[in-house]
């Protein structure tokens, strides 16, 4: 059972708008969520996070909204740029049952691509 | 630094043969993490280290896979026999601290296995 989903596989936007990527979780004991992105033939990289104690983290161009009554954030890129373009991961911590470091629970991803 | 390693990039063995895969953490990291990437299932993570003791292996798909750090700077997953169903990326990360969820997942560039 997927405790993180991206239920859209891909998007596709036009250079200069908004991108929203969603990600809806089922475990509430999660505390940290976090976005990576990751680009063909490399590891993801750690893009933005969020606590579970905030509504909204913004970075640039980059802002991550948590919905916590509905389990539900995304990811919001404005303006989108081609460069861009990859596959991004939603993640969720768990606390790990005998402490220390955070558990990562991904989604299986949603592909974004932004055209010229 | 350059980076978490892994080697190989790229795998391709036929069924029933043992392999094995490499990586080097960042120097300074107490944490290292093993991931399998696949269509279906996205990013699971299979095994984790800290200290170069396995601490959670319950992402461990079956006895065929295990997994070994024997020092600081090296650790391997080993699968055998191996199933084609095994093809996936296998990535490697590695995180400097305990319980501070900044101070993210560094991930590797991945090994690409192909069983036939």
């Known amino acids: 059972d997927q405790q993180v989903k991206q239920n859209s596989p891909s998007l596709s936007v036009q250079e200069g708008r908004i991108s929203i990527l969603n990600c809806d979780y089922t475990n509430s004991m999660f505390d940290y969520f976090l976005w990576y992105k990751k680009y063909p033939a490399e590891g993801p990289t750690f893009l933005i996070s969020i606590s579970s104690i905030k509504d909204k983290n913004e970075d640039g161009r980059f802002t991550v909204f948590l919905n916590k009554s509905a389990k539900h954030l995304s990811l919001h890129i404005v303006p989108s740029q081609p460069g861009d373009s990859a596959v991004y991961f939603c993640a969720a911590s768990v606390k790990f049952s005998q402490g220390g470091s955070e558990k990562l629970v991904f989604g299986k991803g949603t592909k974004l691509t932004v055209n010229p | 630094d350059a980076g978490v390693i892994q080697s190989p990039r790229h795998e391709v063995t036929e069924m029933g043969q043992e392999v094995t895969l490499r990586c080097k953490p960042i120097s300074g990291h107490d944490y290292l993490f093993w991931y399998r990437q696949t269509m279906m299932r996205g990013l699971e993570l299979l095994i984790y280290?800290?200290?170069?003791?396995?601490?959670?292996d319950s992402g461990m798909p079956e006895d065929r896979f295990s997994a070994k750090m024997p020092n600081a700077s090296f650790s391997t997953l080993k699968i055998q026999p191996s199933e084609p169903r095994d093809s996936a990326v296998y990535f490697c990360?590695?995180?400097?601290?305990?319980?501070?969820?900044?101070?993210?997942?560094?991930f590797g560039p991945g090994t690409r296995l192909l069983v036939l």
């Open positions: 990360a590695s995180s400097p601290l305990a319980g501070i969820i900044e101070e993210t997942q560094y």
């Open positions: 280290f800290n200290n170069n003791v396995p601490i959670d």
